[in-house]
């Protein structure tokens, strides 16, 4: 077994659209990034990524890379998992996001199995917390995400 952990965070801005964990959430507000700044996709990323001992998302792909300008997250997220599927299946993944608001109790279920889909097991638990008010957080200037992941060598 292997293990992987994964941190993002990513400023709340008007004039942008919210995705998070692939799925387009109605908001006044959206997250900035040079791709369309799905914090908890990138955390996920990156917890697949250290699980499989491998560089991170900003190694991978970088944002200086015009390739990657307004990319949907959740294409980064289908090619890493293209990568890791022939060596690692994934036993399952625990992603949780940090929101002031919106709400994420309504679209949990249609994020979960999106990223159900993606890696390839059920074994997938999403959770939505508030920041209680504090830092920046709280605040409403931005959201954060963390994930783990377990995966098993293929053998
Ligand atoms: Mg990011």
């Keep these: 077994m292997s293990v992987g952990f994964g941190f993002d965070l990513h400023r709340l801005v008007a004039g942008r ?3 998070l964990g692939g799925v387009e959430i109605p908001h006044e507000r959206g997250l900035l990034g040079h791709s369309d700044g799905d ?3 990138h955390a996920l990323i990156d917890a697949l990524l250290a699980a499989a001992g491998e560089p991170d998302i900003g190694s991978r792909f970088p944002d200086s890379d015009p390739a990657y300008r307004g990319i949907s997250s959740d294409v980064l ?3 890493v998992m293209d990568d890791l599927r022939p060596k690692w299946a994934v036993v399952n993944a625990d992603v949780t996001i ?3 608001e919106p709400q994420i ?3 949990r279920e249609k994020i979960r199995s999106k990223l159900a889909e993606r890696l390839g097991t059920d074994r997938i638990t999403v959770k939505g917390k508030t920041a209680e008010g504090i ?3 709280g605040a409403k200037e931005a959201i954060e995400a963390f994930a783990v992941v377990q995966m098993e060598p293929r053998r």
């Design 98 to 100: 940090v929101a002031e």
């Design 77 to 79: 997220l289908a090619k």
């Design 39 to 41: 914090v908890a996709v």
């Design 17 to 19: 659209r919210l995705v």
């Design 105 to 107: 109790a309504p679209h």
């Design 135 to 137: 830092g920046p957080v």
